[in-house]
């Protein structure tokens, strides 16, 4: 079944803890995005990679970092999470449609 | 600034009515708009594209439209079912190659009530 995985799907951490969120996706799709959704704010891009070794910013970089070294997998770093980074977090891939297709979202609590 | 724009923010219905729900950009050059739906808790799922020689385009009971003049999209949903219930996002995509151009509406929440 065509999937994006994300991991995990909830997780509350303290600030400052460093953590990972994982994406992995089986379409061999080339570009794969990182969002945060907010109440009231819609969808908010992060990070984005166009391919293997390709990554660049998107609208709300600031804490955050990304890493593409598998064309499959894509990882949301945050190396010093603090409160306003707890959110709902997407990871999606794409391919030449542009059709995004998104994971079931990871919701982060940053104490 | 690019902007997607999308009304009402919520809105309650009958199971069985329909609705409408509106969506207007101001992305340039347009490539293409696209509707998503969004179950509370789940990541958003495609519904439709319009590009720009489109019309009108139905997905079921989902009929979605585009004037390209005005910049205006509307999802009209027809025989609504409680399963309706969700957030509908309009994403609209700049025709300036890559997949980074692309702009996310708000989103309209609807809750179709028995």
């Known amino acids: 079944e065509a999937q994006v995985t994300q991991n995990p799907r909830y997780l509350i951490t303290v600030t400052g803890k460093k953590l990972t969120v994982t994406c992995s996706q089986n379409m061999n799709h080339e570009y794969m995005s990182w969002y945060r959704q907010d109440p009231g704010l819609g969808l908010r891009q992060i990070y984005y990679s166009m391919n293997v070794e390709a990554t660049d910013k998107g609208d709300v970089p600031e804490g955050y970092k990304v890493s593409r070294k598998e064309k499959r997998n894509f990882p949301l770093i945050l190396e010093s999470p603090s409160p306003n980074q707890t959110s709902l977090y997407f990871c999606?891939?794409?391919?030449?449609?542009?059709?995004?297709?998104f994971g079931e979202g990871s919701r982060l609590t940053v104490l | 600034k690019n902007q997607v724009e999308q009304s009402p923010q919520s809105l309650i219905i009958l199971e069985g009515k329909n609705c409408t729900l509106q969506?207007?950009?101001?992305?340039?050059?347009?490539?293409?708009l696209r509707w998503y739906k969004q179950d509370t808790g789940r990541g958003p799922v495609s519904l439709t594209i319009?590009?720009?020689?489109?019309n009108t385009k139905s997905n079921g009971r989902y009929t979605a439209t585009l004037d390209a003049d005005t910049k205006q999209s509307s999802l009209h949903i027809t025989a609504s079912q409680l399963s309706d219930s969700a957030s509908y996002i309009c994403?609209?995509?700049?025709?300036?190659?890559?997949?980074?151009?692309?702009?996310f509406g708000t989103g309209t929440k609807l809750q179709v009530i028995p």
């Open positions: 999606a891939s794409a391919k030449n449609t542009g059709e995004l297709f």
């Open positions: 994403v609209v995509r700049e025709n300036s190659g890559g997949y980074q151009k692309v702009t």
């Open positions: 969506c207007n950009y101001t992305v340039s050059p347009f490539s293409n």
């Open positions: 319009m590009t720009f020689s489109e």
